[in-house]
């Protein structure tokens, strides 16, 4: 099973996202019921493996925060491979993933050691995008540059499977987890 940990986005923030992405010039739009910022992506696990990482996230214990998503930018260099929604810098939020690595670390699971860059993501680029096409995406993201969402709260974070299709990936909720 193919599952990720993640923070779901309140309706506001879909829809302003959703605004957002009516121009994007290139590559494939996330599908707005997609939206998400993943906080662990556990790629393909065992059922029981899956069933030890719910009962283990259980004993989650964060406060709820605020967070604010705050300009977009390409992951990926001069080759970009994705275009973004950032997070404002947030220790809460910082916090929260170090306490779901931990879980993780206790339940059996080893994530990847890499910088935890929160992001929401707009859109993915199968292909190398053209010269020209670069040259759109660039004067996109300078005409987006103070691209924001108003601050929601996070009082929840949700493990979902995620299935590949030919459409693209479809993600099913798993488990909700309250902050307390």
Do not use: C
């Given at each position: 099973?193919?599952?990720?940990?993640?923070?779901?986005?309140?309706?506001?923030?879909?829809?302003?996202?959703?605004?957002?992405?009516?121009?994007?010039?290139?590559?494939?739009?996330?599908?707005?019921?997609?939206?998400?910022?993943?906080?662990?992506?556990?790629?393909?696990?065992?059922?029981?493996?899956?069933?030890?990482?719910?009962?283990?996230?259980?004993?989650?214990?964060?406060?709820?925060?605020?967070?604010?998503?705050?300009?977009?930018?390409?992951?990926?260099?001069?080759?970009?491979?994705?275009?973004?929604?950032?997070?404002?810098?947030?220790?809460?939020?910082?916090?929260?993933?170090?306490?779901i690595?931990?879980?993780?670390?206790?339940?059996?699971?080893?994530?990847?050691?890499?910088?935890?860059?929160?992001?929401v993501?707009?859109?993915?680029?199968?292909?190398?995008?053209?010269?020209?096409?670069?040259?759109?995406?660039?004067?996109?993201?300078?005409?987006?540059?103070?691209?924001?969402?108003?601050?929601?709260?996070?009082?929840?974070?949700?493990?979902?499977?995620?299935?590949?299709?030919?459409?693209g990936?479809?993600?099913?909720?798993?488990?909700?987890?309250?902050?307390?």
């Amino acid at each position: 099973m193919r599952t990720f940990i993640a923070i779901d986005l309140p309706d506001d923030a879909r829809d302003a996202i959703s605004d957002l992405q009516a121009d994007v010039p290139v590559g494939k739009l996330s599908a707005p019921e997609n939206l998400h910022l993943t906080l662990a992506f556990l790629n393909e696990q065992p059922a029981e493996v899956v069933e030890n990482v719910h009962h283990a996230l259980l004993s989650l214990s964060r406060p709820p925060f605020d967070m604010r998503l705050a300009g977009v930018e390409t992951f990926g260099g001069n080759d970009p491979k994705v275009l973004v929604a950032n997070v404002q810098a947030n220790t809460a939020l910082d916090a929260l993933h170090r306490k779901i690595r931990s879980i993780l670390h206790g339940a059996g699971i080893m994530l990847d050691r890499q910088r935890f860059r929160p992001h929401v993501t707009l859109a993915r680029f199968p292909h190398r995008p053209t010269a020209t096409e670069m040259e759109r995406l660039r004067a996109w993201l300078l005409a987006h540059s103070d691209f924001a969402v108003p601050a929601f709260s996070v009082t929840e974070v949700v493990l979902f499977r995620s299935t590949l299709m030919r459409s693209g990936a479809v993600h099913d909720e798993l488990a909700r987890y309250p902050l307390r």
